[in-house]
Structures are given as structure tokens and as C-alpha cells.
């Protein structure tokens, strides 16, 4: 079993910034990607960003330059800096993870509990 606990979020005003944090525990025996997702109100959840093992990134067309994915591979915890947010931003915002498990030896998707960020104008 693992878990995906976040931390991280809030209310700002536009132009301001947040991170968000998320750490995964339990039965790992490797993280392959991790990344974040949001779903704002009569909206999809969309990809946001992810980040691999091996470092590669990907960032959504509207948050590159503005949003930076980071990880602590020792601590399997991801991080999400999001800079000049603006009210399009808002949303709840989800951790996710492809993990392979001790004792299944197979990858598989786990997420976090989300976190609200609300962007005012």
C-alpha cells in the first residue's frame, strides 16, 4: 500500500505564489514519475506537470514559466512552485504517482488527498 500525503496550497491574490508538497510512504521500491494534476469547478482534471526518475520534465502549455516540478528522490516527495498565479489557476490540485510496490513487483497509480489553490483578482 502506499500513500500520498500533501501539504501546500491556500488563497493568494494574482501575481503571487504557493508551493505545494507531496510525499509518498509505504511499500515502494521505486517511484518512476510524479506529478500534479488539477480540476477546477465544471472542469476535467488536467495533467499540469510531471517530473521522471530519470529527471525529464513536462509542464502544461499555460503554466511553463510560471510553475516549476521538483523532486527529493531520497524522500519521495514532490514539489510544485507556481509563480505569477493568476484566477485561471484555481483549482484543486492532485498528487500523483507511478509507483513500483514490494511485494507485487507491478507499477501503479496512486494520489493524493488534492489541495484547494485559490487565485483572487
Known amino acids: 500500500q502506499v500513500r500520498l500525503e500533501q501539504s501546500g496550497g491556500g488563497l493568494v491574490q494574482a501575481g503571487g505564489s504557493l508551493r505545494l508538497s507531496c510525499a509518498a510512504s509505504?511499500?515502494?521500491?521505486?517511484?518512476?514519475?510524479m506529478g500534479w494534476f488539477r480540476q477546477a469547478p465544471g472542469k476535467q482534471r488536467e495533467l499540469v506537470a510531471t517530473?521522471?526518475?530519470?529527471?525529464?520534465?513536462y509542464y502544461e502549455d499555460s503554466v511553463k514559466g510560471r510553475f516549476t516540478i521538483s523532486r527529493d528522490g531520497a524522500k519521495n516527495t514532490v514539489f510544485l512552485r507556481m509563480n505569477r498565479l493568476n484566477p485561471e489557476d484555481t483549482a484543486l490540485y492532485y498528487c500523483?504517482?507511478?509507483?513500483?510496490?514490494?511485494?507485487?513487483?507491478?507499477?501503479?497509480?496512486?494520489w493524493g488527498q488534492g489541495a484547494q489553490v485559490t487565485v483572487s483578482s
Open positions: 500523483n504517482a507511478a509507483v513500483l510496490t514490494h511485494p507485487s513487483g507491478q507499477v501503479n497509480d496512486y
Open positions: 509505504g511499500s515502494i521500491i521505486d517511484i518512476k514519475a
Open positions: 517530473i521522471t526518475d530519470d529527471s525529464y520534465t
